[in-house]
Antibody
Framework: QVQLVQSGTEVKKPGASVKVSCRAS????????IHWVRQAPGQGLEWMGW????????NYAQRFQGRVVLTRDTPISTAYMDLSRLTSDDTAVYFC???????????????WGQGTLVTVSS | DIQMTQSPSSLSASVGDRVTITCQAS??????LNWYQQKPGKAPKLLIY???NLETGVPSRFSGSGSGTDFTFTISSLQPEDIATYYC?????????FGGGTKVEIK
């Protein structure tokens, strides 16, 4: 069965960076785009970007441009989200999610990781 | 960015009631609209994609309709396990954007 398993809780100081991993299993990792979505405490969902596990190509939401880097390590079926220059506003649960389409990116998110809480506090 | 306006923000209904949530896009998104269910402390779960297609394994009491800018999500007979927050999400234009959510509670 398809599973996305994320790395554990992180606590960071303002100005630091965080790297969250997302290990996929149960399907061919290179065939489906991986998206990252975050959710601040008590708030809604915010799309951050996607990575093409086959080519490594990426697309980022403009508000995260220059601060987020999405990468992948295809041999170990793992995607990564690296967010730099953290502030308290980045305190959130970060989710990875698989795109439903294997042909192209459509942003229909059919499988999700369990989420990783990132707390930014001095 | 396309704004997705969801209403109501919360509702309370009895078991067996028909529940309807609406989502309005700030511009035409054709049928590029998904609905997700999120229970507390859990990841969202895809219920409906392309406005009206039921995801595999999702109970048939859930349905969606609409196109263009106006969309509706319906639970035909509310069950206790449907207590959750529901989000719409458009992917007609980049960046994909979500509605603010509708929290569904049992009366």
């Amino acid at each position: 069965q398809v599973q996305l398993v994320q790395s554990g809780t992180e606590v960071k100081k303002p100005g630091a960076s965080v790297k969250v991993s997302c290990r996929a299993s149960g399907y061919t990792f290179s065939d489906y785009y991986i998206h990252w979505v975050r959710q601040a405490p008590g708030q809604g969902l915010e799309w951050m970007g996607w990575v093409n596990p086959n080519s490594g190509g990426t697309n980022y939401a403009q508000r995260f441009q220059g601060r987020v880097v999405l990468t992948r390590d295809t041999p170990i079926s793992t995607a990564y989200m690296d967010l730099s220059r953290l502030t308290s506003d980045d305190t959130a649960v970060y989710f990875c999610a698989r795109d439903l389409s294997s042909a192209t990116v459509v942003t229909v998110l059919d499988f999700w990781g369990q989420g990783t809480l990132v707390t930014v506090s001095s | 960015d396309i704004q997705m306006t969801q209403s109501p923000s919360s509702l309370s209904a009895s078991v067996g009631d028909r529940v309807t949530i609406t989502c309005q896009a700030s511009q035409d998104i054709s049928n590029y609209l998904n609905w997700y269910q999120q229970k507390p402390g859990k990841a969202p779960k895809l219920l409906i994609y392309d406005a009206s297609n039921l995801e595999t394994g999702v109970p048939s009491r859930f349905s969606g309709s609409g196109s263009g800018t106006d969309f509706t999500f319906t639970i035909s007979s509310l069950q206790p396990e449907d207590i959750a927050t529901y989000y719409c999400q458009q992917y007609g234009n980049l960046p994909p954007t979500f509605g603010g959510g509708t929290k569904v509670e049992i009366k």
